[in-house]
């Protein structure tokens, strides 16, 4: 019995290990196409126009970082986007020190379907998406 529990104890450590190693691995962002869209006081919003992927008219997937330079963190965010009914649900995200790009953590649940504000920061997403870019 005590070695039953002994392996399960060996085990649960190495998966903790193992989260904790693809935790700390860097975000890679080398292959983004990250464009500037928006800024609010310390707060960047940037869309990786290379990872949009249309389903319609007024639906789109893309890449969005959002920037707190005042508190050196990125978020990385994988959101669904529907101009006409004005709401986005974020897929996934990522959260990481800005300096380093070191995973601090990160999400794979979607969140539920939400309305975005005129004016809104993802409305100025959504809109540099669909315009025209040269």
Do not use: C
């Amino acid at each position: 019995m005590k070695k039953v529990f002994y392996q399960a104890g060996m085990i649960i450590a190495l998966l903790l290990l193992l989260r904790a190693e693809a935790l700390a691995a860097a975000v890679d962002m080398a292959d983004m196409d990250m464009q500037f869209v928006d800024a609010s006081g310390m707060t960047g919003y940037y869309v990786d126009m290379g990872s949009l992927d249309f389903q319609n008219d007024h639906e789109v997937t893309a890449w969005v970082e959002i920037v707190r330079a005042d508190k050196d963190r990125l978020y990385l965010y994988r959101i669904h986007f529907d101009r006409k009914k004005r709401t986005y649900q974020i897929l996934e995200s990522v959260m990481a020190e800005y300096a380093t790009k070191e995973r601090l953590g990160d999400n794979s649940a979607p969140t539920a379907v939400t309305a975005y504000a005129p004016g809104s920061p993802m409305e100025s997403v959504v809109e540099f998406i669909f315009s025209p870019q040269p």
